[in-house]
């Protein structure tokens, strides 16, 4: 048997229990076979239009589990595709046809997406070894409007030509392999890069770790970020993205993304296809654009806003006692700290200015998060709480502003985990510590 035929037979097995049968296949180069079936199966859950192609090569498993996931990939493109034409409709164009450069090409994931934006793509990328793998894999994704060069970024830079789009996802961890939180401290430093990013692009794309603080970062970039992308995927910010652009001049606006784990970005590729091709995308991207309102589709929700636009909002004219829903924001709005925004967009008014949960008279459609019914609400009197939980077993028990942890409250409530009762712990902006007995509707 082959390396080849191995992983095919047997990339759906453990791969623990096939390094220790190595001894039954001496043909096979066991360390190569598993590090692409762990890659596969990798693939499988984070890039399924990757692993329904055939033939694609897989880097160690490590660089799988910290590449980028298919929906945050696809929500790139689209992005890239949204401003690839407002450039190009520009009275400024010079540009016969669109290009963009990846300076920072890695495995190649959010470059096998952002490419299908251009008419032409370079992937620069310092490691032979990726350039290798990515060049194999390109054609098999059904992309052929790329180059691969293998340089270094900021040498590439010196002699890059205007580009459409410069794609950046700098290095987020130092020479002693700890994560980095500062703009300046990622490597290339974009920061001392930026004339040359703005005189060589007509836009920027950056990718950050959702740990940056992006207002500093915003800061750092002396005016030339447009728009500030928050996106996370099944409840976790999951990346951080900065347009930067000295051509294109407009008010900064921040677009809070939720995806669901799976769903497609809303990229405008087509749905169900074999393989990852240019030649699938959509000719109208679906990238809602309307502030303050949540996307129609039902896989990704936006909520955009304008940083420092409204006063911030007064405490609860709800009593949290007497209110029959509650509202949780999901996390990329979390990470903005959009709250009064929200607040406003919706109709909902905080608990307090800490507690970043809300309260509403009636339904509230499309909330940017999960919404609840209340049921119940409760201080931590012990006779109040025999009567609110009689018949309680298990709940989904969250604090927010509260003296007590998850776990100091559920060992204090005696209940288990799970269940359909969520339990929110919080403290009014009449500093009552309360519980509010819910169920999730929305």
Known sequence: MTTAEFIQEYREKDTRQLALQSARFPDVDMPYALDQIKGWQTARRKLPTWAACDGIVYPPHLSMEQCSSEPTAQYKLNLAMEWARRVESSELRVESSSRMTDLTGGFGVDFSFTSCAFASATYVERNAQLCRMVEHNLPLLGIDNAKVVCAD???????????????????RRDQHGAKTVMLADCTPDVVQLLPQLLAKSRFTMLKLSPMLDWHKAVEDLQGMVREVHIVSVGGECKELLLVLSEEIESE????????????????GLSGGSSSHSCSG????????????????????????????SLRPAPNSKLKTQNSKFLHEPNASIMKAGCFDELAAAYGVSPVSRNSHLFLSAEPVDGFPGR???????????????????AGIEKANIATRNFPLSVAELRKRLKLKDGGDVYIFATTTAEDEHLLLISHKYQ
């Open 153 to 171: 970024a900021v040498d590439y830079l010196s002699t890059l030509d205007t580009q459409t789009m410069i794609f950046l996802d700098p290095a």
């Open 252 to 267: 900064l606006k921040v677009f809070c993304a939720d995806l669901e784990a799976g769903g497609s970005g809303e990229a």
């Open 281 to 308: 995308l959509s000719s109208e991207p679906s990238f809602p654009r309307t502030p303050s309102s949540p996307s129609a589709h039902s896989n990704a929700s936006l909520f955009v806003y304008t940083p420092g």
């Open 371 to 389: 919404s609840f019914s209340i049921e119940r609400v409760t201080t931590l009197n012990k006779r109040e709480l025999r009567q609110v939980l």
